[in-house]
């Protein structure tokens, strides 16, 4: 089961089309030392792909209407979540894991 809310839906979507393009682009290079960056540079990317969406998306004004009944002020207001956590909170999750995976493929090549 997956939940979302408004474009949440696009932070796996995202993700996979950048990890599929950077197998694509890793596999026709032929290289091994390619192959060792791509894929954090894809999370990397994802992240910040994530995180610029979900904080354009998400720091949208609301309309605010009034509760004629009541005379209570509501804000409506789109919220694009995935699982229930914001875009921008994907990107950042997804920026780290890109770094500490770069940060191991580095470690890896100089042990």
């Not at 605010?64 to 995935?82: M, S």
Request: positive net charge; glycine residues 8%.
């Amino acid at each position: 089961m997956i939940i979302w809310s408004g474009r949440g839906i696009l932070v796996p979507l995202i993700t996979l089309l950048l990890i599929v393009i950077s197998t694509i682009v890793s596999a026709s290079f032929n290289s091994t030392q390619l192959a060792i960056y791509m894929l954090p540079i894809a999370f990397l990317l994802a992240g910040w792909a994530n995180w610029h969406l979900g904080k354009k998306w998400n720091d949208r004004p609301g309309r605010i209407v009034v509760d004629e009944a009541t005379g209570e002020r509501i804000e409506l207001k789109a919220r694009h979540t995935f699982f229930w956590i914001k875009m921008q909170h994907w990107g950042t999750f997804l920026l780290a894991i890109g770094a500490l995976n770069l940060l191991v493929s580095l470690l890896a090549l100089i042990f």
